[in-house]
């Protein structure tokens, strides 16, 4: 009876040893698969060709827009272009032929390219707490769309906004209080009944918003040579708002 008990826990254990090894060994070729495939992106990036001036005058403002949305597309689902930015800083070296001009906030927590999924040499990029312009701003922009041939300009703000709570609360600082001056305007034009503090984070929202009107209105109304582009077709200036929560860049009408 012992014996007959013994040979049967044998058997047992020998299956169990047999399942084993042959579960180690799909894992094994799992991780062979994985490894190879990690070796194939390393060798072969997927590069997107930097534009020569030829395709880069080819789009139209609604193409740059479409190009951003589909980018910040991919951006939310961790899907960015894998590039080879070495190759793209040679082949920039000796000019460049951007889409957009992109006026942004200073925030870290807003890294412009890879938002829209963007390489070097795709936009210009102008930054400032507040995403406010002024006449050092406005002369990147017209250099940018008149001289260089970008076909958008993008005031994009974001939310939960230091800049832009500072200036709801008043606030008092050395040469912030001067910047925060530029915000202010947008603050006193935004209407909402209702506890108008920064620790109202719906309120913090449509100042948000109304700044980035508010500068689109300035753009055009201290640049002739901005203006009368959008007229005639040549640019659009847009706006927009980056959710830091998501990740996702909100276009604006």
């Not at 910040?72 to 590039?83: A, C």
């Amino acid at each position: 009876m012992k014996k007959i008990l013994f040979f049967g826990t044998s058997i047992f254990v020998l299956a169990t040893l047999i399942s084993c090894k042959e579960e180690t060994s799909n894992k094994s070729d799992e991780l062979k698969e994985y490894d190879q495939e990690a070796i194939v992106l390393t060798q072969k990036p997927l590069v997107n060709e930097v534009l020569s001036k030829e395709e880069r005058d080819a789009l139209s403002p609604d193409d740059v827009i479409k190009m951003f949305k589909e980018g910040n597309s991919r951006f939310i689902n961790n899907d960015l272009t894998v590039r080879d930015h070495s190759e793209q800083v040679r082949k920039t070296a000796s000019g460049q032929f951007p889409k957009a001009v992109v006026l942004s906030c200073i925030d870290s927590r807003v890294p412009v390219e890879d938002v829209f999924d963007r390489g070097i040499g795709d936009i210009f990029v102008g930054r400032v707490a507040g995403n406010f312009v002024n006449e050092d701003l406005l002369g990147s922009m017209e250099f940018a769309t008149k001289v260089a041939g970008a076909k958008l300009v993008l005031v994009m703000g974001h939310e939960h906004c230091g800049a832009v709570k500072s200036a709801i609360d008043d606030v008092q600082l050395g040469n912030i209080t001067a910047l925060l001056s530029k915000i202010k305007p947008a603050v006193d034009a935004t209407s909402y009944e209702g506890d108008r503090t920064s620790s109202n984070p719906e309120f913090v929202h449509k100042v948000n918003e109304s700044n980035v009107l508010n500068t689109i209105e300035q753009i055009r109304t201290n640049s002739s040579i901005l203006k009368e582009m959008e007229e005639n077709g040549e640019i659009k200036i847009v706006g927009a708002t980056y959710d830091l929560d998501t990740g996702v860049a909100t276009f604006l009408n």
